[in-house]
Structures are given as C-alpha cells and as structure tokens.
Nanobody, 111 residues
Framework: QVQLIESGGGLVEPGGSLRLSCVAS????????MAWFRQAPGKEREYVAA?????FYTDSVKDRFTISRDNAKNTVDLQMDSLRPDDTAVYFC???????WGQGTQVTVSS
C-alpha cells in the first residue's frame, strides 16, 4: 500500500520556525513531482510548494518556506521560517500526478 506520512507539525509563536517531513512508503516517488498543500479552517485547500527539477512556491510563502527532497530516503521536507498566524492550517504532503495525499499535520501559529 502506497502511503505518504507527514510529521513535524505543532504550535509555534509568530516569527518562529517549524520543519515538516514527509516519508513515502510502498514505492518510490523519485520520478514524480511532490508538493505540499494546506487547508486553513473554513477555507479550501491551497497549493504551498512543489519540487521536481526545481522548486516552486506560492507567493505568500516565497522567501519564508523551503521545500527539499532526499530521493535516497524517499522524503520531502518543508522548512517554514518567519511563520505568521495566517500560516495556521493542516499541511498535506501530496504526489499530485498519482493523487496520493498524506493524512495531514496541524500547524498552529499563535502567541
């Protein structure tokens, strides 16, 4: 069974940092784009960042978030710095071409 498993969420104060990790099990995703999405309370899911032959970000997280992947370990990480309250959401690791989603990890930015 193919699975994406996220970890690293939590509560952090504004201006703080968190690092989310996603490990893929059941197969390798080295040949696929991988992405992070998020869903804030009462809002639709939105794209955050992607990696495949480069890295790509939505405007609201540019210069604050960094996506990276380690193909040897089958992992995709999201380093989040300078966090703001509007970054509060459930964050999902996604393989878009296979429409495979992780279960999500909660990130809460609050003082």
């Amino acid at each position: 069974q193919v699975q994406l498993i996220e970890s690293g969420g939590g509560l952090v104060e504004p201006g703080g940092s968190l690092r989310l990790s996603c490990v893929a099990s059941g197969r390798t995703f080295n040949d696929y784009p991988m992405a992070w999405f998020r869903q804030a309370p009462g809002k639709e899911r939105e794209y955050v960042a992607a990696t495949f032959r480069g890295t790509f970000y939505t405007d609201s997280v540019k210069d604050r978030f960094t996506i990276s992947r380690d193909n040897a370990k089958n992992t995709v990480d999201l380093q989040m710095d300078s966090l703001r309250p509007d970054d509060t959401a459930v964050y999902f690791c996604v393989c878009p071409l296979r429409n495979i989603w992780g279960q999500g990890t909660q990130v809460t930015v609050s003082s």
